[in-house]
């Protein structure tokens, strides 16, 4: 499939995640480091469904397609790290259980701040990210602690509502790719991983099916490799056109 953008070790698309997994070549990949979606009723609020076990596991099968190309694309020394939260876990579980492919470490992210929590339950101050090691994978540097911490707010600075901060994409790219190896994220959203691996010196796969979080994310990259903006932006600073006279087209 060919990128939709690309440019100095970087390769974009807006398409489904699933799509451009499944034409890329095996074995190709230092590490997958995503923040897919947490599934149905998974959010903090703490409403939703009165019984959502079968939407829970049902959103196993998702889960466990994306995670299985992942695994395919990754060397024998590679690493995948996804981001989730408590409530998601048990779809993980699941879905590594379905594929023999089990959770290696399960990290929490200590985020240095109280979010919402529903109108009874304690504030949820932390989410989590699950690593999954290929057989050759090893954690470089064996003193690595699974609480890491990465000060967060309510306000995103991208406004994308699940955006990650740089910090802790960071952290899973240099703990689980090689230097100069590449990193691939299904679910790039705004492009955080993105900026992340360009800071850290790596080849970047970014996808992301949403034309406008795309467009952002193109403009996010492009400034990280010292680039100037590419999108003309509205009276919001939405993008204004999704690809810029460079692009290679979908």
């Known amino acids: 499939m060919k990128p939709t953008w690309e440019a100095d070790g970087v390769r974009l698309y807006c398409a489904d995640a699933l799509d451009v997994l499944a034409s890329m070549d095996s074995r190709t990949t230092d590490s997958v480091v995503t923040d897919p979606p947490y599934g149905i009723n998974t959010k903090s609020d ?134 100069s190896g590449t990193v691939c994220d299904p679910f790039m959203g705004a492009g955080t991983s993105g900026v992340a691996a360009i800071q850290s010196g790596r080849s970047y796969i970014g996808v992301e099916i949403d034309a406008e979080y795309f467009g952002l994310a193109v403009d996010r990259i492009r400034k990280s490799l010292d680039g100037g903006p590419i999108f003309r932006r509205g009276p919001s600073g939405a993008s204004g056109g999704l690809f810029p006279e460079s692009s290679a087209g979908p």
């Open 46 to 179: 703490g409403f939703g469904k009165l019984s959502p076990w079968a939407d829970l596991c049902n959103s196993s099968l998702w889960y466990a397609t994306w995670i299985r190309e992942a695994r395919r694309l990754l060397r024998p020394s590679g690493s995948l790290w996804s981001c989730l939260n408590w409530r998601s876990l048990v779809t993980f579980q699941k879905a590594s259980c379905d594929l023999r492919f089990p959770i290696t470490s399960l990290m929490v992210w200590d985020k240095e701040w109280i979010g919402p929590g529903g109108p009874s339950g304690l504030r949820p101050s932390y989410e989590l990210v699950a690593l999954w090691a290929m057989p050759d994978f090893a954690v470089a540097d064996r003193g690595v602690p699974d609480v890491q911490r990465f000060k967060w707010t309510a306000r995103k600075p991208t406004g994308h509502p699940a955006e990650k901060p740089v910090g802790l994409m960071r952290f899973c790219i240099e703990h689980g790719t090689r230097p």
